[in-house]
């Protein structure tokens, strides 16, 4: 048998964990085939990256990979979206468009989330699955393409089929290979690979606690895969040092029992580390702080303390604070009024000149 060197190129699914040796031999064994395959999973558990893994396997690795979002467009859109349109079909066709389908032909098309799809699109995709041609929106032409077709979804389709919802013999169709993605919780053991595979991407050298990955592997992860990275990422900004600590995870993630020493150290460093992004531009308040706030990640005591920060840097100034904090003029009443709905007011004239430094810090650190 000719070996194939796509084969032997490293694969893009990280994880160890008996789970995720298989769906990379499934994976591996999909490539091999051209056979449509639809794979299934929770939302973030890597169904976009498994297909992308089939194509980069497959003997059409130099075709493209070309995705398609089924549940982002009115049908309408998708139908000219997949199979392209002619100048004149549809007020604002204005020009001649060629579909995605035929955009892959000679590669792999990617339908991802494939239950989201209208009755109607479906008949036109079994169509178009049965004779392998495609028949652009007001066009007469019939084009022969060879495409491979992968689709995703997150939904129980056989469910969907018994309520009507989709048909099944479109589901015969998609699935002659059907890969199941398991979720993150019930392969822990890819954990550390994964958080390994994050921090490098993202050019972190920074290494978790042992107790911080212990929390993580004790965490659901509804939010799979891509809630990880979420937490990872976030980890790394609030992390002070070259190690992520438990405190530095969301609550979710945490377990109880953080000392008050510690506690203490960490609303300092914290605050420390929200400064410095904001007042480099990296961060602004209502982008950055405030969803960390209404995520829970933040407490009234950080956000206090980052005040304090702010009018210390300001002389007590909050309209130059609502400047170095990334916000517009205009945001004058709505800071107010988030600071005192949220009980967060800090008292400007403790920062004001002449205030003895002593006073602003117990400010700082009795609320
Ligand atoms: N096994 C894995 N190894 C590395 N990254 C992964 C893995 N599984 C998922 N990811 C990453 O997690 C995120 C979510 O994966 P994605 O394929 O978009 O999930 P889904 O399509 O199932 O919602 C993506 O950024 C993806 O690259
Ligand atoms: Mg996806």
Redesign the pocket.
């Known amino acids: 048998m000719q070996k194939d060197p796509e084969a032997e190129s490293p694969s893009?699914?990280?994880?160890s964990s008996r789970q995720?040796t298989m769906v990379r031999e499934l994976a591996r064994r999909a490539g091999v085939s051209d056979a449509k395959a639809l794979i299934t999973?929770e939302?973030?558990?890597?169904?976009?990256?498994?297909a992308r893994e089939i194509h980069a396997r497959s003997r059409r690795a130099h075709g493209r990979f070309v995705p398609v979002n089924c549940a982002g467009l009115a049908e309408s859109l998708l139908e000219s979206e997949l199979f392209g349109h002619v100048r004149g079909s549809f007020t604002g066709a204005y020009r001649d468009r060629r579909g995605k389908i035929q955009e892959a032909d000679g590669g792999t098309l990617f339908l991802?989330e494939v239950g989201e799809m209208s009755l109607r699109m479906q008949a036109m995709l079994l169509r178009f699955l049965e004779n392998g041609e495609v028949q652009s929106v007001g066009d007469q032409v019939l084009r022969r393409v060879n495409v491979r077709v992968i689709a995703?979804t997150?939904r129980n389709l056989a469910e969907r089929v018994a309520s009507g919802e989709f048909r099944e013999d479109l589901l015969y169709r998609l699935s002659v290979i059907h890969m199941v993605?398991p979720p993150l919780r019930e392969r822990p053991g890819?954990i550390p690979e994964?958080v390994a595979?994050i921090l490098q991407n993202g050019g972190h050298s920074l290494r978790f606690s042992a107790e911080a990955m212990r929390a993580m592997g004790q965490h659901r992860w509804p939010g799979n895969?891509?809630e990880l990275?979420n937490v990872v990422e976030q980890a790394v900004w609030l992390a002070s040092g070259n190690t992520i600590q438990l405190d530095d995870l969301p609550e979710a993630v945490r377990t109880a029992g953080r000392n008050l020493v510690t506690r203490h150290e960490r609303r300092r460093q914290l605050a420390d580390n929200l400064f410095d992004a904001l007042r480099s531009g990296n961060f602004t308040f209502w982008e950055h702080v405030y969803p960390l706030f209404l995520s829970r990640d933040l407490t009234r005591h950080d956000i206090r303390e980052l005040v304090s920060r702010g009018l210390s840097a300001t002389k007590g100034n909050y309209r130059t604070l609502l400047k170095l904090f990334g916000m517009s003029p205009d945001d004058y009443h709505r800071f107010h009024n988030f600071l005192a709905a949220h009980d967060c007011k800090v008292d400007f004239r403790a920062f004001r000149n002449g205030a003895p430094a002593a006073r602003r810090r117990s400010e700082v650190t009795t609320v």
Do not use: C, T, Y
Not at 12 to 15: C, D, S, Y
């Open positions: 893009l699914l990280m994880g995720m999973g939302s973030g558990v890597g169904k976009d990256l498994v991802d995703a997150n993605i890819d994964l595979h895969v891509r990275q």
